[in-house]
């Protein structure tokens, strides 16, 4: 049974750093693209940053420059660092993962964890 479980959000202050990880379970997560993408209350879900299996990685260009993605395929691992947090930030953050390349429409992953919060207060 394949599982994605985020982890790593809470409530912050504007300005301020989180990790969020994604740890993966019952799939070959080395050959998967991994992506996150947020949720905020009456908006549509929406792609944050993806990095394929050969670790080629792209940006929402409003995360572009504050936040990294990255993974560890050793430890069936994803990562999403979050700097500068900004209160329009603030939204459910999901993982989710596919065998082919990185695409950013969420309907395109077949994998997704039940997301984690993150609030950031101005």
């Known amino acids: 049974q394949v599982q994605l479980l985020e982890s790593g959000g809470g409530l912050v202050q504007a300005g301020d750093s989180l990790t969020l990880s994604c740890a993966a379970s019952?799939?070959?997560?080395?050959?998967?693209?991994m992506a996150w993408f947020r949720q905020a209350p009456g908006k549509e879900r929406e792609f944050v940053a993806a990095?394929?299996?050969?670790?080629?990685?792209y940006y929402t260009d409003s995360v572009k420059g504050r936040f990294t993605i990255s993974r560890d395929n050793a430890k069936n691992t994803g990562y999403l660092q979050m700097n500068s947090l900004k209160p329009e930030d603030t939204a459910v953050y999901y993982c989710a993962a596919r065998l082919r390349g990185v695409v950013t429409t969420p309907s395109e992953y077949n994998y997704w964890g039940r997301g984690t919060q993150v609030t950031v207060s101005s």
């Open positions: 019952g799939l070959p997560f080395s050959i998967y693209a």
């Open positions: 990095i394929s299996w050969g670790s080629a990685i």
